[in-house]
């Protein structure tokens, strides 16, 4: 039950409605919890991206002044917690895309996404409190920042949380959304090893009568599509690298489907335990899918799995089956990966693996020996289906 401030007569009640099913709390309790904010206690920058504002979802322009520090404190009862301060300044707009913030979080709660556990509201403070993740992100353990080795369960059922999180995000939220920046980075891990999926920072509000949006690229990816595009500038820079489904990143057609393209990246990271973009490897290993694709040609796709899962073991059947579920994610057309909800369906055998994947969706280097493509033969490799000889949107039904 939240409990509310006693507020000066004619002051607006920003906390009317239903705001029940999370806690509040003073500004008082949170000082103490995080020893007055102690810088010592401010958690990384790349935490802090994790648990970004939800409100650009509501389209809001949130100035970067209204997104500041992420604390960790504990409180009394022993829970350790991240709070969010932000700051208002002298704009009054900063409590409403406060109230909007925790009103959209409150409304879409799920176990595999990151819970928030109460918000304040005191004077001019506010500030969200949000459940703290032991094992932090999910990129620390892929990409070797820390040295911590997890089983191939363990792993499998990381994937299978992030897969039942997005399911909830495109099928059985009241709302549809698509969350438009899935990667290693941005989904966390509980004590357990739980996934949850955070960084809501640029997910969009889905039309139930729309196949897709129109709309300009954003993400951590930023390329502005002109008349010839390096190859660079498509497939590296920041840590969104091969993330990108190819019709979002080309015309800006949005859809969940852009979401499952990036689900099967990183399933292929989790199961190689690799960035999908490498460019220390050797020109035929720096580019993940791209990898796989060639090893499964050459029935050796077992050979992606990671060096130290194969040391100490793994069920070859659940690791082939999650490679297979990663391909068809990956298909040229949107309508030929699955919706999530079959995804599930797959990985925990209520389905059967009747679909025979195609080659993933990405760019042929060879095409682009002067570093430059040019926007016709991106158009020729990836066609749009509105006005190509693409195959049926009737999938055959797993």
């Given at each position: 039950?939240?409990?509310?401030?006693?507020?000066?007569?004619?002051?607006?009640?920003?906390?009317?409605?239903?705001?029940?099913?999370?806690?509040?709390?003073?500004?008082?309790?949170?000082?103490?919890?995080t020893r007055n904010f102690h810088h010592r206690n401010q958690l990384e920058e790349a935490d802090l991206g994790l648990y970004i504002s939800f409100s650009h979802c509501m389209g809001n322009n949130i100035s970067p002044k209204l997104l500041?520090?992420?604390?960790?404190?504990?409180?009394?009862?022993?829970?350790?917690?991240?709070?969010?301060?932000?700051?208002?300044?002298?704009?009054?707009?900063?409590?409403?895309?406060?109230?909007?913030?925790?009103?959209?979080?409150?409304?879409?709660?799920?176990?595999?996404?990151?819970?928030?556990?109460?918000?304040?509201?005191?004077?001019?403070?506010?500030?969200?409190?949000?459940?703290?993740?032991?094992?932090?992100?999910?990129?620390?353990?892929?990409?070797?920042?820390?040295?911590?080795?997890?089983?191939?369960?363990?792993?499998?059922?990381?994937?299978?949380?992030?897969?039942?999180?997005?399911?909830?995000?495109?099928?059985?939220?009241?709302?549809?959304?698509?969350?438009?920046?899935?990667?290693?980075?941005?989904?966390?891990?509980?004590?357990?090893?739980?996934?949850?999926?955070?960084?809501?920072?640029?997910?969009?509000?889905?039309?139930?009568?729309?196949?897709?949006?129109?709309?300009?690229?954003?993400?951590?990816?930023?390329?502005?599509?002109?008349?010839?595009?390096?190859?660079?500038?498509?497939?590296?820079?920041?840590?969104?690298?091969?993330?990108?489904?190819?019709?979002?990143?080309?015309?800006?057609?949005?859809?969940?489907?852009?979401?499952?393209?990036?689900?099967?990246?990183?399933?292929?990271e989790i199961i190689g335990c690799r960035k999908n973009t490498d460019l220390s490897l050797s020109s035929d290993m720096q580019y993940l899918p791209e990898y796989a694709w060639k090893l499964y040609e050459k029935s050796r796709i077992l050979?992606?799995?990671?060096?130290?899962?194969?040391?100490?073991?793994?069920?070859?059947?659940?690791?082939?089956?999650?490679?297979?579920?990663?391909?068809?994610?990956?298909?040229?057309?949107?309508?030929?990966?699955?919706?999530?909800?079959?995804?599930?369906?797959?990985?925990?055998?209520?389905?059967?693996?009747?679909?025979?994947?195609?080659?993933?969706?990405?760019?042929?280097?060879?095409?682009?020996?002067?570093?430059?493509?040019?926007?016709?033969?991106?158009?020729?490799?990836?066609?749009?289906?509105?006005?190509?000889?693409?195959?049926?949107?009737?999938?055959?039904?797993?």
């Open positions: 039950m939240i409990m509310r401030n006693k507020r000066e007569p004619g002051a607006p009640d920003y906390f009317s409605g239903n705001l029940r099913t999370i806690s509040y709390f003073s500004f008082r309790t949170l000082k103490k919890a500041t520090k992420l604390i960790l404190g504990k409180l009394d009862d022993g829970r350790l917690i991240a709070v969010k301060k932000l700051s208002l300044g002298k704009s009054q707009q900063g409590e409403t895309e406060f109230l909007a913030e925790v009103r959209l979080i409150t409304s879409i709660q799920h176990k595999n996404l990151v819970r928030l556990v109460g918000c304040c509201s005191d004077g001019d403070q506010r500030l969200l409190v949000y459940e703290y993740m032991k094992n932090r992100s999910l990129d620390l353990i892929v990409y070797g920042k820390v040295d911590c080795f997890v089983d191939w369960n363990t792993r499998f059922h990381i994937i299978l949380g992030i897969a039942r999180g997005l399911q909830y995000l495109h099928e059985d939220s009241h709302l549809r959304i698509i969350h438009r920046d899935i990667k290693a980075s941005n989904i966390l891990l509980d004590e357990k090893f739980q996934a949850k999926i955070g960084d809501f920072g640029l997910a969009r509000f889905f039309p139930e009568d729309e196949s897709y949006l129109s709309t300009t690229f954003a993400g951590t990816l930023q390329t502005k599509w002109v008349r010839k595009v390096p190859w660079t500038d498509w497939q590296s820079s920041s840590s969104r690298r091969g993330y990108t489904a190819p019709e979002y990143a080309i015309r800006g057609e949005l859809s969940e489907k852009a979401d499952i393209y990036s689900f099967g990246v990183l399933v292929l050979d992606l799995v990671d060096p130290k899962l194969q040391e100490k073991g793994f069920v070859e059947k659940d690791v082939l089956q999650a490679i297979h579920v990663a391909f068809l994610c990956l298909q040229t057309f949107p309508h030929l990966r699955p919706p999530m909800s079959e995804i599930v369906a797959m990985l925990t055998c209520k389905a059967e693996l009747i679909s025979i994947p195609t080659k993933p969706a990405f760019l042929d280097r060879r095409r682009s020996i002067a570093d430059i493509i040019s926007w016709e033969i991106i158009s020729e490799i990836f066609p749009s289906p509105l006005t190509s000889d693409s195959p049926s949107s009737s999938r055959p039904r797993i």
